[in-house]
């Protein structure tokens, strides 16, 4: 059973998939004070977590409610979807926005183009590749005005 670590805030972080993003955002989230909960499949993939990590690991599948469950979603402040399939991420995300009302909720997507069906919810998407064009974009400006490309 999950106790909570001592010393912590006692908020609850689980991410789904152990992808490199996951395992960044679950030492994020453990450095941060919350108590952290990562679930992957494959048991390796948790190899990947940072020195800081302090929290749980569940081999099993985060799309799956009795998984989540065992990793106390119920009881959890933000849930990160961030496996490497944007249909998980996004089976994973609507499960756990509008069955266990978590309140934040993250769903990493590689294409944005598949955040359609996400839009209209409160899930928060996040596209690698929209994010590194914004900052391009952000970067040019700065030149075009003088500054200089970094």
């Known amino acids: 059973m999950f106790r909570f670590l001592p010393g912590k805030q006692h908020q609850l972080a689980v991410v789904a998939g152990a992808s490199r993003f996951g395992t960044q955002a679950a030492g994020l989230f453990s450095e941060k004070g919350y108590d952290v909960i990562i679930i992957d499949t494959d048991s390796d993939a948790f190899s990947k977590l940072p020195d800081n990590f302090e929290g749980l690991t569940i081999e099993g599948d985060a799309s799956d409610t009795s998984v989540l469950e065992t990793a106390r979603i119920k009881k959890a402040a933000v849930?990160?979807?961030?496996?490497?399939?944007?249909?998980?991420?996004?089976?994973?995300?609507?499960?756990t926005a509008r069955i266990y009302m978590v309140?934040?909720?993250?769903?990493?997507?590689?294409?944005?183009?598949?955040?359609?069906m996400l839009t209209r919810s409160r899930i928060h998407i996040i596209c690698p590749s929209d994010l590194c064009l914004q900052e391009f974009e952000r970067q040019n400006r700065l030149a075009d005005i003088g500054g200089t490309l970094q």
Do not use: E, F, K, M
């Open 79 to 95: 849930c990160v979807a961030a496996t490497d399939s944007d249909s998980t991420n996004s089976l994973i995300a609507q499960i």
């Open 103 to 116: 309140p934040g909720v993250y769903c990493r997507l590689s294409d944005a183009a598949n955040a359609d």
